[in-house]
């Protein structure tokens, strides 16, 4: 198989990410990965967010903030879960869409733009050899939490792409039948 196909049929995520992560240059090709994401009228729906080092005490503070305004009973290992959540690798980079009213392009591909550029930026991870993983979870959806990163009204999370190195082995890739979701119509 040509070597960039087997590239992409190969992607996998990883759960379990260490030291180091992309940075410099590296980190720049990444997100220009991300900047070549399909976008209908280049209305460039998409930011990025780059959470590193100490930040990411901070971003889980925020995150443990928002739990506790969603849920003002959230106990103590609830709220230790989120503040820890951006530990679990040594980047988070948030994804953010970026939502603009256009008589051509629904707010639909805006946001498909946007999950273009987190799997861009998987995919260039990858091929640079670190790992990642999107993550989501309620606090991606959470408005409080979008005000207190900065977001504008007109902005949402696509996700959390965690970054850094695989620990552990990679899980095979899971054999799907190419024939089971296409039909020649
Ligand atoms: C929009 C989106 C949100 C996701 N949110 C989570 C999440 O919050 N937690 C999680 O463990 N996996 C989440 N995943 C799934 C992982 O990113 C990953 O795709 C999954 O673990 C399967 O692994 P694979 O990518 O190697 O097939 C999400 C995937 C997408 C596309």
Same mark, same amino acid.
């Given at each position: 198989m040509n070597e960039i196909l087997h590239f992409l049929t190969q992607r996998s995520s990883a759960s379990r990410l260490t030291e180091p992560a992309p940075i410099g240059e590296e980190l720049q090709a990444i997100f220009a990965a991300a900047l070549r994401a399909p976008d209908h009228a280049r209305l460039r729906p998409w930011r990025f967010l780059s959470v590193s080092g100490e930040r990411r005490i901070a971003l889980g503070e925020l995150f443990r903030e928002a739990l506790l305004l969603r849920? &003002? =009973?959230? =106990?103590q290992a609830a709220q230790d879960k989120a503040a820890n #959540? &951006? !530990?679990? #690798?040594p980047l988070v980079v948030v994804v953010v869409t970026r939502l603009a009213e256009h008589p051509k392009v629904p707010y639909v591909e805006q946001r498909l733009s946007a999950g273009c550029a987190a799997h861009a930026i998987l995919l260039a991870a990858e091929a640079l050899g670190y790992a990642g993983i999107w993550r989501t979870g309620e606090v991606a959806f959470d408005r409080n939490l979008m005000r207190m990163l900065g !977001? #504008? =009204?007109n902005e949402e999370i696509a996700g959390f792409v965690y970054l850094g190195t695989r620990e552990g082995e990679v899980r095979p890739v899971p054999q799907l039948a190419v024939a089971g979701f296409v039909t020649d119509w």
């Open positions: 849920n &003002p =009973d959230a =106990d #959540a &951006p !530990l679990r #690798a !977001l #504008a =009204d």
